[in-house]
């Protein structure tokens, strides 16, 4: 990888939906050369996929929490499942945005967005803690988002 690839990771970053020909006039470099370096970003597993930007507000999805999990392993080791497992069936959830190991106090952190307060007071206290293997939670609202 090098400073043009780079630049145009910068750029697909920015916006995915970019042409070839968008990018090579952006950066002044040929529409080939463009698309050959995608394609071998692409093929070396450095571009994995391409997504896009939702305006949740405008779905009516306005508020947004982060949640860290903390793990009972006793209970996980029990009903033969890890924490990985128990992670990823957590991510299945539509509400559930993004998921990962942490490490410190908690075991888990999850990013979810919802329509309300309702809406996120009945996926921590009715549905999250209620998946064996977790122990407690803590919610932290998001205020702003940039």
Do not use: C, W
Request: positive net charge; proline residues 1%.
């Amino acid at each position: 990888m090098d400073e043009k690839d780079e630049k145009i990771l910068n750029l697909l970053r920015e916006n995915s939906k970019l042409t070839t020909h968008q990018i090579s006039k952006k950066l002044l470099v040929p529409i080939t050369t463009i698309h050959n370096r995608i394609k071998k970003l692409e093929n070396e597993g450095i571009i994995k996929r391409y997504t896009l930007e939702i305006d949740n507000k405008k779905l009516g999805k306005t508020i947004a929490a982060y949640i860290n999990i903390a793990v009972d392993y006793k209970l996980l080791k029990q009903i033969n499942m890890s924490q990985h497992e128990l992670m990823k069936k957590i991510k299945k959830d539509e509400a559930v945005e993004e998921a990962a190991m942490v490490t410190g106090g908690t075991d888990i952190l999850i990013k979810i967005r919802v329509k309300s307060m309702d809406d996120l007071d009945k996926f921590v206290t009715r549905h999250l803690r209620n998946f064996d293997g977790i122990e407690k939670t803590q919610t932290m609202i998001i205020l702003n988002e940039l």
